[in-house]
């Protein structure tokens, strides 16, 4: 009762819509029953794997100490793909993306 009335009050300052069945929210899937939701990633992950191109026999344990010069850097402004960026570069991008997800579905 308290959030349908806080819904109404929105609804007359703001246009919104209520969805009462929510399966995805924000990228993440959500199981709802009496007692409990739980929340799950999985399509991200997938994303990453695929993304980032991880294979189970590509893994390498950490630490991963590697030292780049100033010529294997990309230069500013100098767009890259996947082919083209540095380990390190892929490494940081990765580790943030995992960082990410470890956040939203703690």
Same mark, same amino acid.
């Given at each position: 009762?308290l /959030? *349908?009335? /806080?819904?109404?009050?929105v609804? @007359? !300052?703001?246009?919104?819509?209520?969805?009462?069945? /929510? @399966?995805?929210?924000?990228?993440?899937?959500?199981?709802?029953?009496?007692?409990?939701?739980?929340?799950s990633?999985?399509? #991200?992950? *997938?994303?990453?794997?695929? *993304?980032?191109?991880?294979?189970?026999?590509?893994?390498? =344990?950490l =630490? #991963?100490?590697? !030292? #780049? &010069?100033? &010529? @294997?850097? =990309?230069?500013?402004?100098?767009?890259? &793909?996947?082919?083209?960026?540095?380990?390190?570069?892929?490494?940081?991008?990765?580790?943030?993306?995992?960082?990410?997800? &470890?956040?939203?579905? !703690?």
């Amino acid at each position: 009762e308290l /959030v *349908d009335n /806080v819904l109404k009050k929105v609804q @007359q !300052r703001f246009p919104i819509t209520v969805e009462r069945n /929510v @399966q995805q929210f924000l990228g993440m899937k959500l199981e709802i029953d009496e007692s409990t939701v739980s929340i799950s990633q999985t399509q #991200y992950i *997938d994303k990453l794997i695929s *993304d980032y191109n991880i294979k189970q026999e590509k893994c390498t =344990p950490l =630490p #991963y100490n590697v !030292r #780049y &010069s100033k &010529s @294997q850097c =990309p230069q500013e402004g100098e767009a890259q &793909s996947y082919k083209t960026k540095s380990r390190r570069q892929l490494f940081m991008e990765l580790a943030g993306s995992l960082l990410y997800l &470890s956040m939203w579905t !703690r």
